[in-house]
Nanobody, 115 residues
Framework: QVQVVESGGGLVQPGGSLRLSCYAS????????AAWYRQAPGKQRELVAG???????NYADSVKGRFTISGDNAKNTVYLQMNSLKPEDTAVYYC?????????WGRGTQVTVSS
């Protein structure tokens, strides 16, 4: 069983930065791929950024140039660096990882961008 735990969320002013972390533990091989999703109140969950262990990444148009996804396989951790945050980035952010062909989700971390 793999457990996924997100951390790093919080309250930040517009224009500020946060770094989210996603740690995967349990009996597992290295992470094959990972992604960050977010869900704002009353909206559907949407893909924010994706990452593969071979280094490829992809981003939602709304975060390109502001967010960066990266991974550290040795630490079983995936990061999401978020810069130039906007109020519309406010949401619960969820981490999804792919290990041995199985997807695992964390419970999410709240990000609130407000002055």
């Amino acid at each position: 069983q793999v457990q996924v735990v997100e951390s790093g969320g919080g309250l930040v002013q517009p224009g500020g930065s946060l770094r989210l972390s996603c740690y995967a533990s349990g009996s597992m091989n290295s992470i094959s791929a990972a992604a960050w999703y977010r869900q704002a109140p009353g909206k559907q969950r949407e893909l924010v950024a994706g990452y593969s262990r071979y280094g490829s990444t992809n981003y939602a148009d709304s975060v390109k140039g502001r967010f960066t996804i990266s991974g550290d396989n040795a630490k079983n951790t995936v990061y999401l660096q978020m810069n130039s945050l906007k109020p519309e980035d406010t949401a619960v952010y969820y981490c999804n990882i792919l290990v041995s062909g199985v997807n695992y989700w964390g419970r999410g971390t709240q990000v609130t961008v407000s002055s």
